[in-house]
T-cell receptor, first 115, second 114 residues
Framework: AQSVSQHNHHVILSEAASLELGCNYS??????LFWYVQYPGQHLQLLLK??????LVKGIKGFEAEFIKSKFSFNLRKPSVQWSDTAEYFC?????????????FGTGTRLLVSP | EAGVTQFPSHSVIEKGQTVTLRCDPI?????LYWYRRVMGKEIKFLLH????????ESGMPNNRFLAERTGGTYSTLKVQPAELEDSGVYFC????????????FGPGTRLTVL
């Protein structure tokens, strides 16, 4: 079965610091990859996704992620965080072309950005 | 356009009682998913409807959980009888066409079983 690991459970940064959140998945075949974010009091929303093509994916709010197939990784990055990026971030995968569209999530990373 | 809505937002019940959670997907979305997050753990898939049919119910924990989607619109998830370990946040999501595109999530229902 597929699984997703997010190694950083809590991250504290100052504004303007750079961010990188790790995500590794275990599945040997083709995957679709996602990063979702949940801001305080809000719904989970999609930050970015990767299905195929350019492994460097740009999302909303200045976020990007890089798919490295050899490392089974899909790390999330932002060059300069803002206080408003305080949220919980979830990496997720699903397996295309199987008819089963469930998302498999990591445990989430809580990011606190101090002003 | 209205997003995915869930009712109630919070529910506190005693062990052995019954609770029914409701999800209204985005209008026109054939795919509806239920997920659950137990405190401190990952969000876990429960099941997936395509219209009124159960496409994948591999994540349902046991037969105390019953999900329905009559008429292919809103869905309910009933827990009967509830146990302490059922506590958590239950999320609903919906998507158009295939879920390889974005799944839109509702705000979740926080269930506490005492």
């Amino acid at each position: 079965a597929q699984s997703v690991s997010q190694h950083n459970h809590h991250v504290i940064l100052s504004e303007a610091a750079s961010l990188e959140l790790g995500c590794n998945y275990s599945y040997g075949g083709t995957v679709n990859l996602f990063w979702y974010v949940q801001y305080p009091g809000q719904h989970l929303q999609l930050l970015l996704k990767y299905f195929s093509g350019d492994p460097l994916v740009k999302g909303i709010k200045g976020f990007e992620a890089e798919f490295i197939k050899s490392k089974f990784s899909f790390n999330l990055r932002k060059p300069s965080v803002q206080w408003s990026d305080t949220a919980e971030y979830f990496c997720a995968v699903n397996i295309p072309n199987t008819g089963f569209q469930k998302l498999v999530f990591g445990t989430g990373t809580r990011l606190l950005v101090s002003p | 356009e209205a997003g995915v809505t869930q009712f109630p937002s919070h529910s506190v019940i005693e062990k052995g009682q019954t609770v029914t959670l409701r999800c209204d997907p985005i209008s026109g979305h054939d795919n509806l998913y239920w997920y659950r997050r137990v405190m401190g753990k990952e969000i876990k898939f429960l099941l997936h409807f395509v219209k009124e049919s159960k496409q994948d119910e591999s994540g349902m924990p046991n037969n105390r959980f019953l999900a329905e989607r009559t008429g292919g619109t809103y869905s309910t998830l009933k827990v009967q009888p509830a146990e302490l370990e059922d506590s958590g946040v239950y999320f609903c999501a919906s998507s158009q066409d295939r879920g390889y595109n974005e799944q839109f999530f509702g705000p979740g229902t926080r269930l506490t079983v005492l």
